[in-house]
């Protein structure tokens, strides 16, 4: 099944306003979840990431928010822009091959 | 600055025949390599990783191999490519197995 899991195929946020991006995983021995930033035809960047040791980390604009006990994170992007506008991945893993990634979250910011 | 390059940019190629895809990784020693795949519409999947020179271990079975014929080149090959191996294929680095960045990909078409 899917290790990884965004269950919005895509969201539209006004503006200036915040986008809250989720997932959830399966496995509970994941400990690294990652955000990243795709435009169609592009390789993903890595956005923002965390480690299993830390329920929160903050960069600018964006936060990772990591629930552990219910196996869900979520990306939070404040003060949304017309250019944040991409497919959004999310990805969690733990060892070399344990790496999965989300199907994304196409994110369109309204001017 | 690490940069990472992939080549050919784009191939198109006839069911059968043979194929070979490339990754370089400069500006880092002895990194972490991976290959990627993302089927049209589908979720970016591992598919191969090495941690270090002439070491290749498979993640997904796709009729495809790997290589690592130097510390910072990654080969993906197959003597005969199926419809089924179309799609975006991305080389990635990492140099603790954490933060994984990927080079700009190279888009199969399989006929």
């Known amino acids: 099944g899917q290790q990884v899991k965004q269950s919005s195929p895509s969201l539209t946020v006004q503006e200036g306003g915040i986008s809250i991006l989720n997932c959830d995983y399966e496995?509970?021995?994941?400990?690294?979840f990652a955000w990243y930033k795709k435009y169609p035809d592009n390789s993903p960047t890595l956005l923002i990431s965390v480690r299993s040791n830390v329920d929160k980390r903050e960069d600018g604009r964006l936060t990772v928010f990591l629930n552990k006990s219910g196996k869900h994170f979520s990306l939070h992007i404040t003060a949304s822009q017309p250019e944040d506008t991409a497919v959004y991945l999310c990805a969690a893993g733990g060892g070399y091959q344990n790496f999965y990634f989300g199907k994304g979250t196409s994110l369109t910011v309204i001017p | 600055a690490q940069t990472i390059h992939q080549w050919p940019v784009a191939e198109i190629k006839a069911v059968g025949s043979p194929l070979s895809l490339g990754c370089t990784i400069k500006?880092?020693?002895?990194?972490?390599l991976y290959w990627y795949w993302q089927a049209t519409g589908g979720t970016l999947q591992q598919l191969f990783y090495?941690?270090?020179?002439?070491?290749v271990e498979s993640v997904v079975q796709l009729n495809l191999s790997a290589s690592r014929p130097k510390d910072d080149q990654f080969i993906l090959s197959t003597e005969k490519l199926l419809l089924s191996h179309s799609g975006f294929y991305l080389c990635?680095?990492?140099?603790?197995?954490?933060?994984?960045?990927f080079g700009p990909g190279t888009r199969l078409t399989v006929l």
């Open positions: 990635a680095w990492s140099w603790d197995n954490y933060e994984q960045y």
């Open positions: 496995n509970d021995m994941f400990d690294y």
């Open positions: 090495s941690i270090t020179v002439g070491q």
């Open positions: 500006g880092k020693s002895s990194p972490n």
